[in-house]
């Protein structure tokens, strides 16, 4: 990324507190997403006993992995101490489904790219719709990786690079400047995977279309859910009147069946980290490899 696209950590973090109590509200794409998550589970064999939530917002998918892997123990982190502190206020709800399954929740505010967590202490890492917020991916994989026990999983969702392209080319038309938030690549993901020691990474992607009858419905659903950009290069505010306005004509060329399009590219991907290989001898087979 270059430093005009590099993440300002402290305003994504003030946007997600002011978010905080709304979020629920607000956040139907997020937690459709969540859910189309829960669904692949399906398809993966394995039975985690701990579980870390990476980006876990106000906890929408803690009832859904409970139900799912029963004893397990879920660790709820955010960057945000509003939202972590949110999960935390419905553990109340939760503790009967949590003593039902044998299983626990922690809420915790802490950093993907520098993560409280010991080494090889989590047996699943789940993450819906925070990857995009991190400032360092590479560094936030290494994290991830570094927590998993061998042969432990990570599964998440991101965003992609023709999110939001409605708003983003109608900003670029008005001003030039960088209003919207750049998202990274999915091929971009895998190699970053790759390089971190995860093995087979299987990625893929959609596109999601949500309609809104004004422009300004549109931007007032991204602060509720403190989708601000937070890139470091960007302008001090969404720009003054007469760019809005320029961005509001350029918008409403869009309209179609009376509605304004905005597209959001969903990135699902999960991968492994692999189990400790053995040598002849018993012994742990270390690669050792140049710099």
Known sequence: MTDA??????????????????????????????????????????????????????????????????????????LALAMARRTRARRSWWREVLDLHGGGLAAVCGDIESLPIASARLDMVWSNLALQWVNEPRRAFAELHRALKNGGLLMFSSFGPDTLKELRAAYRSADGRAHVHRFIDMHDIGDMLIEAGFADPVMDMEYVTLTYDELRHLMRDLKSIGAHNAALGRPAGLGGKSVLAAVTRSYEALRSGGKLPATFEVIYGHAWKPAQRIGPSGRPVIDIKPR
């Open 5 to 78: 696209y590099a993440v300002d950590k402290r305003q994504v973090r003030r946007s997600f507190e002011a978010a905080a109590a709304g979020y629920d509200r607000a956040a139907a794409l997020q937690n459709e997403i969540c859910t189309r998550m829960l669904e692949r589970l399906e398809y993966i064999k394995l039975e985690p006993e701990t579980i870390l939530d990476a980006g876990s917002g106000t906890g929408n998918a803690v009832a859904g992995l409970t139900s799912r892997y029963r004893g397990a123990r879920i660790v709820a982190l955010d």
